[in-house]
């Protein structure tokens, strides 16, 4: 008997390791083909001015509704779309199914006055294919004005020559540029001067601990100061507290986005905050 329970712990052991196995790829070859089984969703984040509420953004953030998981977040296949390089087929449908969606608010909502954000992955960067896909998305109404392109400053580090001249392109069709996650990609003052990028985006790993931690503090005074000397605007994500908000402006950075004033919802979901213009800021509490 001693010898089946050997057997049977070393077949437990093979079945979890090959369900792994099975779930890694059951999970590239659902991904594959959940674009042409409608499964992905955008999702959008309003990005708001800090003193007045007014919207001036959103920002799209991919989700998988997977057909036994449920929604899953960005994070949860991000990683191995890229690794896959399934993120272009992705990161085309984004695209277009963005600016078709900012296309329609600016349509059905005259004198809008707020550019959808879409993240750019580092291998979308390094594809020159990243501008035909923006000249298709220009067969849904002008871009101008209406999207803008999110590149994480690690994708940016990886070669800053061609992104240099892919940012041009861009922001020559009227397409704004920020930089995403900054603060975690340890660009030189050098390179950061010679983006030409309209943005900088405070990594929300900063903004977590502002008004506790001086060194978070100290930190985010020189990003603004860097903002201020390269003429950049700064945006701040991961707003949860009234803290927040208030170190933030201290410093003097206006406009962010967080779970404070809103998670990441569905379009129809936003079209009452869009049409007003602007969100009710959240009444502080003693707590935050
Ligand atoms: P990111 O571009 O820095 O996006 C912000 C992430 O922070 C989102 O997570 C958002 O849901 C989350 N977030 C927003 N406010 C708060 C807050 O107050 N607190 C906390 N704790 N989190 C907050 P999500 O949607 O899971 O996306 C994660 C990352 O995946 C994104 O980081 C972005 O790098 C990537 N991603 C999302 N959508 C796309 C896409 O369409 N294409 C590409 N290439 N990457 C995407
Ligand atoms: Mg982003
Ligand atoms: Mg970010
Ligand atoms: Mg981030």
Not at 47 to 53: A, N
Not at 121 to 150: F, I, K, V, Y
């Amino acid at each position: 008997r001693a010898k089946t329970d050997g057997r049977d712990q070393v077949v437990v052991f093979d079945d979890a390791l090959r369900a792994e196995t099975v779930a890694r790829r059951d999970l590239q070859i659902m991904l594959r083909r959940a674009i042409d089984r409608d499964e992905l969703r955008l999702h959008y984040q309003p990005e708001i001015d800090l003193h007045t509420g007014a919207i001036l953004g959103v920002e799209a953030l991919v989700r998988w509704q997977h057909p036994r998981h449920g929604l899953l977040p960005a994070d949860a296949f991000i990683e191995v779309a890229e690794s896959s390089g399934m993120i272009l087929d992705i990161g085309r449908w984004v695209m277009v199914e963005a600016s078709r969606q900012a296309a329609e608010w600016h349509e059905r909502i005259p004198g809008l006055d707020a550019v959808v954000r879409v993240n750019v992955s580092p291998l979308q960067l390094r594809n020159r294919d990243l501008l035909h896909t923006l000249a298709q998305c220009r067969a849904h109404g002008p871009l101008r004005g209406r999207l803008s392109l999110e590149l994480t400053e690690h994708a940016v580090l990886q070669d800053v020559d061609h992104a240099v001249s892919v940012i041009r392109e861009v922001r020559n069709l009227g397409v704004s540029v920020a930089l995403d996650d900054f603060g975690t990609g340890q660009s030189s003052l050098s390179q950061l001067k010679r983006l030409p990028v309209d943005f900088l985006k405070i990594d929300r790993s900063f903004v977590r601990d502002l008004g506790t931690d001086p060194a978070d503090r100290a930190v985010v005074d020189a990003m603004a100061d860097l903002a201020r000397a390269f003429d950049l605007s700064l945006i701040a994500e991961g707003i949860e507290t009234h803290r927040h908000i208030a170190q933030l402006l201290e410093v003097g950075c206006r406009r962010g986005q967080g779970f404070l004033f809103s998670h990441p919802r569905p379009a129809h979901d936003l079209d009452p905050m869009l049409a007003d213009g602007a969100l009710p800021l959240p009444t502080r509490s003693r707590r935050t």
